[in-house]
Nanobody
Framework: QVQLVESGGGLVQAGDSLRLSCVASGRSTFSTFRMAWFRQAPGKEREFVIGTTSTGRTYYEDSVKGRFAISRDNAKNTMYLQMNTLKPEDTADYYC????????????????WGQGTQVTVSS
């Protein structure tokens, strides 16, 4: 079992930056996990934002390319989401997700989810 806890959300202005963290705990080896960030805006379905494999390959949703970056510190069991040049449309609850199944490509199915952290970007 793996527990994920996000932090770092808040209220910022358009153009600002914010870094989210996701700390994993449990008996599994964090470095072997495929990790990702999803978000859910009010009234909308949850959507994929950015993800990384255990080998460091990164996948992006088109709207965040060039603005968001994902990184991980396996020694700290922590994943980060660096968000730059934030826009009001980035406003959402952000969730981290983890999965250690062997997969082809980067499917959006994940076994473990955090509770989310809220990001609000004012114009």
């Amino acid at each position: 079992q793996v527990q994920l806890v996000e932090s770092g959300g808040g209220l910022v202005q358009a153009g600002d930056s914010l870094r989210l963290s996701c700390v994993a705990s449990g008996r599994s080896t964090f470095s072997t996990f495929r990790m990702a960030w999803f978000r859910q805006a009010p009234g909308k379905e949850r959507e994929f934002v950015i993800g990384t494999t255990s080998t460091g390959r990164t996948y992006y949703e088109d709207s965040v390319k060039g603005r968001f970056a994902i990184s991980r510190d396996n020694a700290k069991n922590t994943m980060y989401l660096q968000m730059n040049t934030l826009k009001p449309e980035d406003t959402a609850d952000y969730y981290c997700a983890a999965d250690n199944r062997v997969t082809d490509g980067f499917p959006y199915e994940f076994d473990y989810w955090g509770q989310g952290t809220q990001v609000t970007v004012s114009s």
